[in-house]
């Protein structure tokens, strides 16, 4: 089944920070977040295994609540390369890693 | 960082033609995938093989849609009988762990139905 992520778009100036959220109705294994250009391929930022465990990758995070079946990806002090498409994918029991609908995110100079 | 390579980038066809679009997955990884993303929307899974045979399909993956790994290195997406539906860009991943460990995507086939 598909997460449900939170918000559909974001617009930013620079600097800024923003929060996107992944929820599943079903027990998870892990979390992954990708980030897609337009016309590229997904692009891994990082993957989340464990209840409660964060992440980091320069200025951008991630938590993965486990009983929750929620994980938050966090960007501070955004910059204009963050610009895309922020894809959350969950791994459940059936081994499939499916993708949310996506958050476009756009930063302004 | 090691890639996985999909040919070709482009493949223009038409209606009820057979298309066959092939990836080249890293070379020691165990699980293979097959996703599309209709233009503007989300990335969708179609299929994943382990072992030589499908470990998991979607809906989406029908009579029409066969995968197979002809050699040691090749992974291959077949769709018999082209609809217009069928217009995506479709992506080839691997991964040495179906659970825990992350997918690396090829830069995709765009594949247009005339």
């Not at chain 2, 223009?12 to 990884?29: A, D, F, K, Y």
């Amino acid at each position: 089944q598909q997460p449900v992520q939170s918000p559909q778009a974001v617009i930013l100036r620079e600097g800024e920070d923003a929060v996107i959220n992944c929820s599943s109705s079903k027990a998870l294994y892990s979390v992954h977040w990708y980030r897609q250009k337009h016309g590229e391929a997904p692009v891994f930022l990082m993957i989340l295994l464990k209840g409660g465990e964060q992440k980091g990758h320069e200025k951008i995070s991630a938590s993965f609540n486990e009983k929750k079946q929620q994980s938050s990806l966090y960007l501070t002090a955004s910059q204009l390369s963050y610009s895309g498409t922020y894809f959350c994918g969950t791994v459940d029991s059936s081994y499939k890693l499916i993708f949310g609908s996506g958050t476009r995110l756009l930063v302004r100079p | 960082e090691p890639e996985v390579t999909q040919t070709p980038s482009h493949q223009v066809t038409q209606m009820g033609q057979e298309v066959i679009l092939r990836c080249v997955p890293i070379s020691n990884h165990l699980y293979f995938y097959w996703y599309r993303q209709i233009l503007g929307q989300k990335v969708e899974f179609l299929v994943s093989f382990y072992n030589n045979e499908i470990s998991e399909k979607s809906e989406i993956f029908d009579d029409q849609f066969s995968v197979e790994r002809p050699d040691g290195s090749n992974f291959t997406l077949k769709i018999r009988s082209t609809k217009l539906e069928d217009s995506a860009m479709y992506f080839c991943a691997s991964s040495f762990d179906r659970r825990n460990e992350k997918l690396f995507f090829g830069s995709g086939t765009q594949l247009s139905v005339l």
